[in-house]
């Protein structure tokens, strides 16, 4: 840890300890307000503060600060190796018009791409909602879901470097057939801020077509299995000439495959996603694939085999204590001082990304117009734990060991890294 | 009866003639002593994808490696590396070219060789300079890279005569000096030096001298040596001047490649115009002293009356080491063997004329020279005059400067 992380977190420290004693009462008087009148305004808060007008117009005031404190022998993107950051400091707004118009701003207080979500939602039905705006591509388990509701302190490096993440674009979803059935389908800008450049010289899909379909086929049965969810995803973009930005970066960002290669022609990403939480369990796994065209890019232009960046996770939680179930930890049965410990989690993460080509029809080769591309791929493994001080604070601890490449491949970097990480995060 | 003895005769003649060809292909597959036949002109082919190649031209002055296959008589190495190099030779027309087999492909290799240098003879009309240069060298007992002609071929279209040089790397101090494990360095033309002094500072002489071998090993290990060497050799000529120098140079073998050098009439050489250029130093991994290995000789014959002793006041070690009476001795008797080598027989200009005739229709065909073929037939001429007259107009020179003394 830094010299200089003592005080921040002496200053988080002391932040959550005001919230934990006096935002809990203050909030439990705001949520005794009644709802107000035809014509009047009123002030409530529930999960978020929020104002609300005549039931015609609600607004919730949201707000999240994350500090990490991480041990590690990795250089880190931005960082090396041990030290505290403030992760993140976003606030947002979010609420509805006249009960079917959705509305959602958010922002980062510093990022080189502050804007988050920003988006409205029209909901003449529950089965059929049009968004539009910039918002997360329908894709990816892990990745749309609330950085807040994470079982981890990082998404796995599958979401993180495979899955969409935001963009703009228009958006039809909705629940079907009682909500056993959800679809979404969207055109978007371009394949989502994941796959962003951040180097001059590498491309990322242009415009892209998205779509998902989840089921819960058990919905509506009362057995453990009823919020058993499957789903199936895909994007479909076409990508220009140029080394692509999908790159190998492990879970603290140590880079194990630059994909200094060309391609050229369409990507596609695939994704299959399962979730079950039956009581104070949950498990959740994913299986996605980027799939880069490499039409032309022979050294005597003919078509290469395509660039492949495919992985998993397999994920499991158990509530040890303080909370209903799995899906509900983030709210303790009984908050620190309001009569409880709040609620403790414990979970595990096995997870590999691997890029390359998937058939080995030459000789592998690090060449950027290789046939076989010569890859790499990361292993890891997450051990974590989380407290839920109560809704709004909550401490969490992960223990990482990542396994780059292979020491008897030559040509690729291969490492075996320890990771230690902490956060504290406080959501209003 | 008959049928059947006839039948297995024959089968027995189809089973004997595909052994006899199995063996003909063993024995027929290429090496290395094939690649620099100095009787052949090769065809090197090289496939590189059109925007690479675009590129490659555009981006001539710089070291960006692109891939490419790279065939010579059937035997094809995919993905190798492919940079444009040279000093002077840089050329976007016409390409100088190195080939790193393993830059992709770790532990590929063509013919046992990691890289190869393909030369695309720019500065030298004739064209044949260099390729006699080395054989001089390699005569008077000089380790020499290896030379051979060849047609080189880009994605099907002639890109013009050139020279396949054997690179000075781990692989060719193996061959020449028997290990590979000390330390190489190349001459790095950032500006000239004449054996100056550069201070205490080991990291000064990275300016003047590139590592390529051991290239991640710490200054001080690597310079330190260097740093002695010109250290000492900025010294004033002194009794111990001689044993402190040659701790770090072999003396004998410098006097002996500048002689050669010299008769040849290089000008861009250990005294060249500006300053020392166009060799490597190798230091073996045991002890200080350091060797000359000779490199790039295309500004070769360049005046049949070029005095023996031009520039050698110059550079601040070879003038030194030229005091002593019997480094000079060894510096005229090489010259004197040079001149009588080149001469016995009409050795020197019989290669040349050999050699030009080889080429001669390849060079013709080469439309990126940037010269056309009559001054190649001139200067060809020139270089049959020059092999003709420059033993004579050394050893007269060499004898004067001898009874002078």
């Known amino acids: ?428 | 009866m008959r049928t059947i003895a006839t039948g297995c005769v024959m089968r027995l003649a189809l089973v004997a003639i595909a052994w006899i060809s199995a063996i003909g292909v063993a024995i027929a597959a290429p090496t290395l002593d094939d690649l620099f036949a100095d009787n052949v002109v090769h065809d090197v082919r090289l496939s590189v994808n059109e925007r690479d190649l675009r590129e490659l031209r555009d981006r001539y002055l710089e070291n960006v490696y692109f891939p490419a296959d790279f065939e010579w008589r059937g035997e094809r190495v995919r993905n190798a590396g492919v940079r444009s190099r040279g000093l002077a030779s840089r050329n976007a027309t016409k390409l100088g070219l190195r080939i790193d087999f393993n830059r992709y492909s770790t532990g590929q290799r063509f013919l046992g060789l990691a890289s190869l240098v393909l030369d695309n003879l720019v500065t030298d009309p004739a064209l044949v300079r260099e390729r006699v240069s080395m054989q001089l060298f390699a005569r008077l007992g000089q380790p020499a890279p290896r030379e051979a002609f060849a047609r080189v071929f880009i994605n099907g279209a002639y890109e013009g005569i050139y020279a396949i040089v054997e690179p000075v790397d781990a692989d060719f101090l193996a061959r020449v000096v028997g290990e590979k494990s000390g330390y190489l360095f190349e001459r790095r033309f950032l500006q000239p030096y004449y054996g100056e002094d550069l201070g205490k500072d080991p990291a000064a002489y990275r300016t003047v001298f590139e590592p390529r071998t051991h290239e991640l090993e710490v200054d001080t290990v690597l310079y330190s040596p260097i740093r002695e060497l010109f250290r000492e050799a900025n010294q004033p000529v002194d009794t111990v001047w001689r044993e402190r120098v040659g701790r770090y140079v072999d003396l004998r073998q410098l006097v002996t490649h500048v002689a050669i050098e010299t008769f040849l009439s290089e000008s861009d050489g250990i005294l060249g115009f500006a300053g020392m250029a166009n060799f490597y130093l190798y230091r073996g991994p045991v002890g200080d002293q350091h060797r000359l290995i000779v490199w790039d000789k295309d500004r070769t014959f360049a005046a049949i009356d070029s005095p023996v002793l031009l520039r050698a006041d110059e550079n601040r070690l070879f003038s030194r080491a030229l005091a002593f009476s019997d480094l000079r001795s060894l510096y005229f008797d090489v010259l004197e063997r040079c001149a009588r080598l080149a001469a016995a027989d009409g050795w020197l200009e019989g290669e040349i004329a050999r050699l030009g005739a080889l080429i001669d229709s390849a060079a013709r065909e080469d439309r990126r020279k940037p010269y056309d073929d009559e001054v190649r037939v001139t200067d060809m001429e020139f270089l049959r005059q020059f092999a003709r007259q420059r033993p004579q107009f050394v050893l007269q020179d060499v004898a004067q400067l001898r009874g002078r003394r």
């Open chain 1, 1 to 428: 840890m830094t010299r200089t992380a003592a005080p921040i977190i002496v200053v988080l420290a002391a932040i959550a300890v005001v919230l934990v004693t006096a935002l809990p009462a203050a909030a439990q008087r705001l949520r005794e307000t009644p709802p107000p009148r035809d014509g009047e305004w009123n002030v409530r808060w529930d999960d978020h503060p929020e104002v609300e007008w005549s039931g015609r117009l609600r607004v919730e005031f949201r707000a999240r600060l994350q500090g990490d404190s991480r041990i590690s022998r990795a250089a880190v993107e931005r960082l090396d190796g041990d030290a505290f950051d403030v992760g993140r400091r976003r606030v947002g707004i979010a609420g509805e018009i006249g009960g079917t118009l959705e509305f959602q701003i958010e922002r980062e207080l510093e990022d080189s791409i502050p804007w988050r979500d920003v988006y409205v939602n029209y909901r003449p039905t529950r089965g059929l909602q049009f968004q539009a705006g910039q918002f997360k591509i329908p894709f990816g388990l892990e990745e749309t879901t609330s950085s807040a509701n994470l079982d981890f302190i990082y998404r796995s490096i599958v979401s993180t470097r495979l899955a969409a993440g935001r963009d703009r674009g228009t958006m039809l979803h909705g629940r079907l057939a009682s909500r056993v059935l959800g679809y979404e389908i969207g055109v978007f800008a371009h394949d989502g801020d994941n796959a962003r450049p951040k180097h001059a010289g590498r491309v990322s899909g242009g415009r892209t077509l998205a779509g998902r379909l989840t089921v819960e086929p058990l919905r509506h049965s009362k057995a453990a299995w009823s919020d058993l969810q499957f789903g199936v995803a895909f994007t479909r973009s076409s990508l220009p000439e140029g080394f692509p930005a999908v790159r190998g970066r492990s879970l603290l960002g140590v880079s194990f495959f630059d994909s200094d290669l060309w391609v050229k022609g369409m990507r596609r990403r695939d994704g299959v996603q399962v979730r079950w939480r039956p009581g104070p369990f949950s498990f959740a796994s994913e299986v996605i694939r980027v799939t880069d065209d490499r039409r032309g890019q022979g050294r005597s232009g003919t078509d290469l085999q395509p660039f492949v960046a495919r992985g998993w996770y397999v994920s499991g939680t158990w509530v040890v204590a303080g909370a209903a179930d799995a899906a509900s930890v983030g709210r303790p049965v009984r908050p620190l001082f309001q009569g409880g410990l709040g609620s403790l989690q414990l979970a595990v993460r096995r997870e590999r990304l691997t890029l390359g080509s998937l058939r080995v029809t030459d000789s592998l080769s690090s060449s950027p117009r290789a046939e076989a591309v010569l890859g790499n791929s990361e292993t890891a493994t997450t051990l974590g734990a989380a407290w839920h001080l109560n809704r709004w604070i909550a401490i969490e601890g992960n223990l990482i060991h990542e396994a780059i490449g292979a020491p008897s491949v030559t040509g690729t970097p291969h490492l075996r890294i320890w990771s230690r990480l902490f956060r504290v995060q406080v959501s209003i």
